[in-house]
């Protein structure tokens, strides 16, 4: 992963909506399960795992493109947000 090319989220913090802990959340999604630990299902609409953080690159480019259709650019070094769980399509 240490590549010129790959870039990552430095200074993370998690958060989620789901009933159960943080810890458990993560566990869950890293194993390959919903936030809730159930299987993953194209209709899964239950709650989130949110990763916040600033982006960073072992590279020397200053931004790459965001989205589904290439359109925008991120900046290395700014703040950002992901998310994992809930509804389909990345809506909801």
Do not use: C
Request: aromatic content about 16%.
């Amino acid at each position: 992963m240490n590549t010129p090319e790959s870039w990552y989220i430095n200074n993370v913090n998690f958060s989620t909506n789901s009933n159960l802990s943080i810890n458990k959340t993560i566990a869950n999604v890293f194993n390959g399960k919903t936030p809730t630990g159930t299987a993953w299902d194209i209709n899964y609409q239950a709650s989130y795992l949110h990763y916040n953080g600033v982006i960073s690159t072992y590279g020397s480019f200053k931004s790459f493109y965001m989205g589904w259709q290439w359109k925008a650019h991120i900046q290395i070094g700014t703040s950002t947000s992901l998310r994992t769980g809930g509804t389909t399509n990345h809506t909801g």
